[in-house]
């Protein structure tokens, strides 16, 4: 088995977060200048079912894979690739990663683990798939490791690609009709997504008639801002980003770190700007006309936020 190389993009929601876990749409947009790559090598003298993974950000320096808490997505990813190959046991090797996508702040690194590590593993057994089979396995880990996900951000982060996502429908490739920029920023503050899920799903219990409303204009926003993408419309893709904001502040997903970020953006120049992911905490999303991407950054450099930096969402000619 000769070592190989493989990488999963992160990614970010620019409407629906939350709403799509309650089959409304949304739309998740690649990351893919923030990748998580993984080097897989062979470790032939070493006894058969050693796995050990080196992953510096998260502090592991060669700890065996089944040493990991089991709903760690390396740990699920592993385990689902052995399970679909029916494998008796697994190979020796080593798992080398390295990111440069932030961990657990809202842009998709536990499924961008997951993919790296499935189409990485898949490819060094001699046993590469397509896109949707890894995809499937992909979602099997994003349930063990958050509480009831949409399946939207193992889906963006396998096909690479704008998407607009919603449970049980045919996925749909979005082809931007302009390129599209934006300034992402950490508030610093690390919160768990299956917290926030299930957070709101106890108040969806308890309060449905204020709840039930709101989720379903945030998939309404979803629907516009995917005209407003195909057809290049900035001025109303900055709508509904602005009013997906002010809707997730009403679900209380918000916090007063997120919404400062939110204000830094606008005030800097931002034509829009909101959380993105699962919320109290983690980055925003602030969409900017290319001549203003430099000075959002200062801004936000200058106002405490963390680490902000630019991508771009190419338009499809
Ligand atoms: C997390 O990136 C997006 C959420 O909507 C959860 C999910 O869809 O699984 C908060």
Not at 36 to 63: C, M, N, R, W, Y
Not at 190 to 200: A, M, N, Y
Request: glycine letters at 8%.
């Amino acid at each position: 088995m000769p070592a190989i190389k493989s990488s999963a993009c992160g990614k970010f929601i620019l409407v629906g977060e939350h709403a799509v876990v309650y089959g409304q749409p949304a739309i998740a947009l690649p990351l893919s200048n923030r990748r998580i790559t993984l080097h897989i090598e062979p470790q032939i003298l070493a006894p058969s079912g050693k796995i050990k993974v080196f992953f510096p950000a998260l502090g592991l320096d060669g700890e065996p894979v089944d040493k990991l808490p089991s709903n760690h997505p390396i740990y699920r990813a592993v385990w689902e690739v052995i399970n679909y190959l029916s494998l008796s046991q697994s190979p020796s090797c080593d798992l080398r990663f390295n990111s440069q996508l932030p961990i657990g702040t809202g842009l998709g690194s536990s499924a961008s683990m997951a993919v790296a590590t499935i189409r990485g593993l898949l490819e060094f057994l001699g046993h590469p798939l397509s896109d949707a089979a890894i995809n499937k396995l992909a979602f099997e880990c994003e349930k063990y490791v958050h509480s009831n996900p949409s399946g939207v951000d193992n889906t963006v982060i396998t096909y690479e690609e704008p998407v607009f996502y919603q449970k049980g429908q045919e996925l749909v490739s979005l082809k931007p009709a302009a390129d599209l920029h934006f300034v992402l920023a950490d508030s610093g503050i690390q919160k768990s997504t299956g917290e926030t899920v299930s957070g709101l799903a106890e108040r969806y219990q308890t309060d449905s008639a204020l709840i039930k409303p709101i989720i379903e204009s945030i998939g309404q926003l979803a629907n516009s801002a995917r005209r407003a993408i195909e057809t290049g419309d900035l001025a109303e893709i900055a709508e509904a980003i602005n009013q997906n904001q002010r809707l997730l502040a009403e679900l209380e997903l918000s916090c007063p770190e997120l919404d400062h970020l939110v204000n830094v953006a606008l005030e800097s120049g931002a034509l829009a700007a909101k959380l993105t992911g699962g919320g109290k905490g983690g980055h925003i999303l602030a969409l900017v006309k290319a001549n203003r991407v430099e000075t959002v950054l200062q801004g936000l450099i200058t106002k405490g936020a963390l680490n902000p930096f630019h991508t771009v969402i190419r338009g499809v000619i």
